[in-house]
């Protein structure tokens, strides 16, 4: 009986889904409109398409693994639970004091982010832990049950618990909550002991009360979703793609959903890293641009950018990430004229509803697809399946409209609109690499990414781009070939030379032991752990992250470790100095289950068919006059076959642009690769 595997990724706009045959690589892609505000019924949806079209059975598929923007959403829309924050006495205002940088330094406007929790929901406890973990003052149950009836009172759903030294010593917070449980077993909870147990008080609580926001709105979406794949038999498959790139069960995710804040973009980096190493490409950029952003991370020998730090409307969380960096630069960006009369794309989108002017669903602001329909990058019949009717004549006069003032013809208007948007997504990447890139490759993706790569790459000076296969899906397909991942970390602030290597080993058990009863919840496949140190020379503010060498039931070898730190710091800063002395900030410790990976399939019912000989005319940016391409089915390209611009790839679910001057071929695995130049 065969086997399937499904990858979803729901975007602003579009939602993807990818079905993959886990015996022959073979992939079925599938895309919807996003919607608004359930994102739920947009995912069943395209469940529901792809069985009906590939007949498939919803008992045969193993595991559905779900990008989501749920959390994020929340966050920035402030969509989630009425949550409370129980602290220690002195620390309420912790969430408004913040640090003192300032959002935008010359700015003396410039306003601080509402707190998460208002002050009102924000109580004190007479407790106190010192900073070695001793106990000054316990917390009183009548205090605490004082809270309580507070709590109910207001209707508060959620309780953030985080208090001073916490990492160190937990044994409050497990007190409050014991406490919590015991009078009102209906509340969220989130400990800072559970959540992010790392110094850095503002940080910490910050992330904590975070969770607790996002948890019921994550545990109602989840239950949502679940019960109607029951009709599908497809109970208890559902998995989440976390921040980190893995993918983790409901249960493991249940008291932690802000590891998934960052979940959206983390399936097309892992999908790009999984490409890197499959083509021998060490340094390659991944650049998947959609309907609302432009998603970018830099992968380094074989593995994306890593980072524990990001901010969300301009509060700070804390949770092992991919580094992506995020603009708002998609299809859906918003075209619009600034005070001083410059042309401006994004960063709002015009989303799935309604949509960009052209999809004639109610959409009156002139959006990038709308410019490509105009110059003749997009051509109409692409949009058919998925039920929209693209209005050419009202794109025209959104843009004509919009160029009036200024003498300026739709087209023109367009190009604008399309150099801008290539010169920004330029600009981020050489902000994320800050480094020569001749020696990286790109990988482009997205419904849009295609469109906008040669372009790109020929302004940041790359001149190779892989183009991969299942492109306007390609976040989905990473999901669905993503890795378990689970991540763990202990803070415990000491320098090294006070610190005995035995400890340190103490701290890895326990990491260890906790990441073996994730590991436990999934059977059959392989499995490993990994660990290091984030260290730093006493005085800095922030750390290095040294992994440790060696089987996790060994022991580490301080002078090795301190040995690979000095060569770090030297990579990253220029300089290290082994005669100063070293502070251990966290351990960390990450467990792996290793997901088979189908070897994929270029599957095309028109494979090796000879490309029809057919043109269309296209005005790009920086040119006075339109010039014929060649328009190109890409499933009918095949593998080896040279291709040479300028040409129109189409794709189900995307559509690549390739100028004179870029040329290249066909791999078996249908990943299309270009060069500057010629063929690859």
């Known amino acids: 009986m065969q086997s399937f595997r499904m990858g979803v990724d729901v975007g602003g706009t579009f939602t993807d889904l ?52 749920i959390a994020t959403n929340s966050l920035i829309e402030r969509r989630g639970a009425k949550t409370a924050l129980i602290t220690s006495r002195g620390c309420r205002d912790v969430l408004e004091i913040g640090r003192q940088i300032r959002p935008s330094l010359f700015d003396w406007n410039a306003e601080k982010p509402e707190p998460l929790v208002p002050r009102k929901w924000r109580f004190e406890v007479n407790e106190r832990v010192m900073g070695n973990g001793a ?92 019960a109607a794949l029951a009709e599908h038999r497809l109970s208890d498959k559902l998995r989440l793609l976390q921040s980190n790139g893995g993918i983790a069960t409901i249960e493991a995710l249940r008291d932690r959903w802000i590891a998934t804040v960052m979940s959206g973009p983390a399936g097309g980096v892992t999908a790009s890293a999984d490409l890197a190493r499959e083509k021998k490409i060490p340094n390659l950029i ?25 901010s969300i409307e ?69 949009f058919i399946d998925k039920g929209l009717k693209i209005d050419l004549s009202a794109a025209q006069n959104a843009l004509a409209e919009l160029g009036k003032p200024f003498g300026m013809s739709p087209e023109r208007v367009a190009t604008g609109a399309i150099e801008v948007m290539n010169h920004t997504i330029a600009h981020a990447i050489r902000m994320a690499a800050m480094s020569e890139l001749s020696g990286y490759s790109l990988a482009a993706f997205g419904g849009a990414g295609p469109l906008h790569a040669c372009q790109v790459a020929e302004q940041i000076g790359i001149s190779r781009i892989l183009l991969p296969d299942f492109a306007g899906v390609f976040s989905a397909n990473g999901a669905a070939l993503a890795d378990y991942r689970y991540d763990f970390v202990q803070g415990q602030p000491s320098r090294m030379n006070e610190i005995s290597e035995t400890d340190i080993n103490n701290i890895f058990g326990i990491l260890k032991d906790k990441a073996q009863v994730k590991l436990d919840e999934i059977s059959g496949l392989p499995v490993r752990m990994d660990r290091s140190l984030e260290l ?85 940016p920086g040119k006075a006059e339109r010039e014929r391409y060649r328009v190109l089915d890409r499933s009918e390209l095949q593998p080896g076959q040279p291709l040479s611009g300028p040409c129109l790839i189409l794709s189900q679910n995307s559509t690549a642009l390739v100028p004179a001057g870029w040329g290249g071929v066909m791999d078996p695995d249908g990943t299309l690769q270009l060069v500057k130049g010629g063929a690859a």
């Not at 019924?41 to 398409?49: S, Y």
């Not at 650049?287 to 970018?296: A, E, Q």
Request: glycine residues 8%; hydrophobic residues 35%; aromatic residues 6%.
């Open 135 to 226: 106990v000054l003052a316990s917390p009183n149950r009548d205090e605490i049950s004082a809270i309580i009836e507070k709590l109910e009172a207001e209707g508060v759903e959620a309780v953030a618990v985080s208090f001073l030294f916490s990492f160190i010593n937990p044994d409050h917070e497990r007190f409050v909550q014991a406490v919590i449980r015991e009078k009102s077993p209906g509340l969220i909870l989130s400990a800072s002991s559970d959540v992010l147990p790392e110094y850095r008080e503002y940080e910490r609580t910050n992330t904590t009360c975070a969770n607790a926001y996002i948890t019921p709105v994550l545990n109602r979406y989840t239950e949502r979703i679940d």
């Open 18 to 69: 990818v079905l993959l045959n886990e015996e022959t690589g073979e992939t079925h892609e599938t895309k919807v409109l996003t919607t608004h505000p359930n994102p739920a019924a947009g995912v069943l949806e395209a469940i529901q398409l792809a069985l009906d079209a590939t007949k498939a059975d919803g008992g045969a598929v193993r595991a559905i693994f779900h990008g989501t923007t």
């Open 536 to 620: 730093r020379y006493v005085g800095q503010s922030f750390e290095i992250n040294v992994p440790v060498d060696g089987r996790p039931e060994a022991g580490i070898d301080k002078g090795k470790v301190l040995a690979h730190f000095h060569r770090l710091h030297e990579e990253l800063y220029g300089y290290s100095d082994p005669k100063e002395p070293v502070e251990l900030v966290n351990l960390r410790v990450s467990a792996f289950a290793f997901t088979p990976k189908p070897r994929r399939v270029h599957d095309r019912a028109m494979a090796g068919k000879p490309a029809q000989a057919q043109t269309t005319a296209i005005l790009t």
């Open 314 to 382: 301009g509060l700070p969380i804390r949770s092992p990430m991919i580094d992506v960096r995020s603009i708002g630069a998609g299809g859906g960006s918003v075209i619009w004229v600034d005070s001083g009369g410059a042309l401006r794309v994004g960063p709002r989108s015009t989303g799935s509803t309604p949509g960009p002017v052209c999809f004639g669903r109610g959409g009156c602001e002139p959006a990038v697809t709308d410019a490509h329909l105009i110059i003749g990058a997009v051509q109409p019949k692409s």
């Open 286 to 310: 991944s650049m998947d641009i959609g309907g609302t952003s432009c998603d970018i991370c830099l992968i380094k020998n074989y593995l994306p950018d890593w980072t524990v730090e990001s």
